[in-house]
């Protein structure tokens, strides 16, 4: 598979991460295709066992996120959940998962929406009752699927820097 190629397939991944973290857009299953698309113009072990590992995290995601509480997303906005905290707790993810891997991901979620709700609100106590508020009317099912995605990301760069 050319560099294009790849670049490409990282971008559709990209989206997807994003698309998570947005209401009504299919974020895990673009990620999922990313990955099926990468492992049919490449067909290697290491990119089957890639896409065997994303579908097997997925379903296993899904059957979490079904015995979490569903999305409610009035209670979310009603928290205050808006566009900019999903973009801060996106970014904390994510650096969460480049600086402490893999698992830093949940701790740089929750200090994502934890910092936006603080500089928005300005006290500590505030924040921290927001912060369990947008957990509880929904935060744990985004996380949920925002990790799962973070996963197949790592392991999809992992097979494709390794080899």
Known sequence: MGAWELLLVGSVILLGLGGVLVPGVPGSWLVWSAVLWWALKDPEPIAWTVLVGATGAL??????????????????????????????????ALLGFVVLPVVGAIPGCLAGVYLCERLRLGRHGEARAALRSVMRSGGWSILTELFTCLLIAGAWVGAVLGG
């Open 59 to 92: 379903l296993l995601s899904q059957v979490v996120r079904w015995a979490l509480p569903p999305r409610r997303l009035r209670e979310m906005r009603a928290s205050g959940a808006d566009f900019r905290m999903a973009a801060y707790a996106g970014t904390g």
